[in-house]
């Protein structure tokens, strides 16, 4: 996924490609690990053996078993610690989407019962002050609204009747009140009138559409309905809403309230250039009687996510200087409640904190942050030590390994948090007094019939410069010490992230085709310091490349990849670095670029975050410095690429538009390049792997893509490339 510093991620399939490659048969299966001595897990069959032609259960894992993985997501343990609620998230096979329902588990007992979600999405789970209640999201009989249910008792109501959908939640002290933003939309920019009034009864075109924000589309949501992200309050035991703040800019989340019940904090860029300044942001204090917003902070960068202490003397936020560089890392600051006496905790801790919580007694601060490819919660107290509390954290998706999760943190300080392996999707834990539990298993039975591929961690000194890049291999399921298998490079979007060792469902069905899979965290990838996200300010794609064919020939010293059978895809920013790859090599057999960038000229003008890419990623605009964005450009490198190239996007990606794959597709098929066009339909490029049966059918159109070329292939005698650029050459 392409990430910004930004302050505020089967068969149904329609394949756009040639019908040989649609009715190419599905991946050969792996065989069941107990059989591993004798039937190599790797070794290629010819189809898949079904129904009565089987001797046992399929063991294998498939596109099928989509529909059968769940998730554990926000759990937030209850001020005393009996209680966690969290979000379960579950595949629906028959709406082919993830449905959400809150479940309430005993911390003493283990035991769990669903709380909400039974018609309709339910998420977003707050407890009051004092436990007794449970305030949450749900979009039982139509759009999404607030809610609140008592716990003894089980009662629930329905607070609002809102047109937009609530959220960034928050109890007031003493649990009267709840604040919430939400989007109040206006009419919008108007140019002239329609031509006549309309007869009855007439069927006229739609009215024109006039749109005078720079961003005025954004992936995920479509294209922007007009107006603004406002703060408002409702009493807990319903009644009106009441609109806080006002203004043609955005007020969002997250809220804190302070501790006498008459501030909420809150961060937000309500300067006049608040379009064109994209990482500008203030934490404000808003008086809730009154309505009147008093600036805190006030520096070129974004500050946000205040949190005011339990006394209330203290206000923790997140911000950083902004140097116009591609990444940076937030800081922890501490200030007080008027603005004054501002604190930097982590100056001096090179790793990038969220998810702030204050302590019971205000002492310290508790955040989670990722490190090496793993996620962590730290306690962070006033002086700045730093210690952790709760490791293993997951949660970052279900498609790619990707670091994340989320924690809460009780008042005796207990922590509750989304915890998961290499082999096991997230599961609620909780953490205190020295140990840690798992208190829920969502997908035992999956667990307990499919055979997972081990998963390795690797590292080795780059070829560029001797730093050191780490990475982790998917082994296939059976695999035997010394055997050599077919070997996938996947690479990870952002390109500021961090693949580490969790659960990945794209990894586990290319290992049970027989890969392995190398996912690895080249320069550029966060959890390593700044210093080594950086690497690549301004010079993406560049130094990576040779990280990654490092490690990739680490995996072939280690004697497990096949150096005859390399294979590279990658989505977003690894749709980025697999385009500039196949530009500068021809060592892998086939290629996969997923929803890439592939002229940033173009990128820059058309993605939903325009004041940004320019900028901060390349350092000037199109019109200002065009030999350096052409430069930047897969495209610029298509002249030299053979490698058969599949090219994968979502049908409504406004992040990495559609438009960049269909000029990456247009540009082999003109070269003569073999390659196709995938489109996802209806997905975003967050949202590309959102529906089971979609998620299932790409990995299965590059796992057959890859098959089709596992032979290589040969430009035909005779047939010239159309255009060869002599650009750059081959490494």
Known sequence: MIRSVLPVA?????????????????????????????????????????????????????????????????????PDGRYIAYVRRSND???????????????????????????????????????????????????????????????????????????????????????????VKDDGPMLGAAPAQKPEGAEWAEPLEIRD??????????????????????????????????????????????????????????????????????????????????????????????????DGRLIAYLGFDDARRAYENDDLYVMDKDGSNVRNLTGNWDYSPSGLTWDADGRAIYAQYDIRGETRVARIALDGSVRDVAVGLSGGGLDRPYTGGSFSVSDDDAIAFTGGTATRPAEVRIAGDGAERTLTDLNRSLRSTKAFGEVRRIATASSEDGLEIEGWLTLPPGYQEGQRVPLILEIHGGPFAAYGPHFATDNQLYAAAGYAVLSANPRGSTSYGEDFANRIDKAYPGNDYFDLMSIVDRAIALGIADPEQLFVTGGSGGGVLTSWIVGKTDRFKAAATQKPVINWTTQALTADNPAYFGP??????????????????????????????????????????????????????????????????????????ARPSQSAAKASAILAWFERYRTGWTRPVGAQPAGAAGVSSKE
């Open 213 to 310: 924000l720079l961003t005025y589309r954004s992936d995920g949501q479509g294209y922007i309905e007009p107006g603004f992200e406002k703060i408002f309050v409702v009493p807990a035991t319903g009644g009106a809403p009441r609109q806080l703040t006002f203004g043609r800019y955005h007020d969002g989340g997250p809220l804190s309230w302070s501790a006498d019940g008459t501030t909420l904090y809150f961060g937000a860029n309500r300067r006049p250039d608040w379009e064109t300044d994209p990482v500008e942001s203030e934490v404000y204090a808003l008086d809730v009687a009154s309505g009147a917003v008093t600036q805190l902070t006030d520096r070129d960068g974004p500050d946000g996510s205040p949190v005011a202490s339990p």
């Open 93 to 183: 096979i028959m709406s082919d989407r993830a449905v959400s329902t809150i479940w309430l588990i005993d911390t003493r007992t283990g035991s769990e019962v669903p709380i909400a979600g039974r018609d309709g999405d339910a998420f977003s789970p707050r407890w009051s002050p004092d436990g007794d209640r449970l305030a949450f999201v749900s979009t039982e009989n139509g759009g999404p609204q607030l809610w609140l249910r008592w716990i003894d008792g089980g009662e629930m109501v329905r607070l609002t009747g809102l047109p937009t959908s609530p959220s960034s939640m928050a109890w007031s002290p003493d649990g009267r009140s709840i604040a919430y933003s939400i989007l």
């Open 616 to 689: 901060y990623w390349i350092g000037s605009q199109p019109w200002e410095d065009p030999e350096t964005y052409w430069r930047q450009s897969p495209l610029s490198l298509v002249g030299n690429v053979e490698t058969p190239t599949l090219v994968v996007v979502g049908s409504e990606d406004y992040r990495t538009p559609v438009s960049e794959s269909e000029q990456y597709y247009t540009a082999l098929r003109l070269r003569g390049v073999p390659t196709a066009l995938v489109k996802v339909p209806g997905a975003s490029h967050g949202g590309i792997a």
């Open 10 to 78: 089967a068969s149904l399939l329609l394949l756009q490609m040639s019908p040989a490659v649609a009715q190419q048969a599905p991946p050969p299966p792996v065989a069941p690990e107990r059989e591993a001595d004798t039937a190599p897990a790797a070794a290629p069959m010819s189809g898949a053996a079904i129904g009565s032609a089987r001797s046992g259960p399929e063991r294998r894992f498939t596109g099928a078993d989509l529909f059968d993985l769940a998730i554990a997501a926000d759990p937030q343990i209850s």
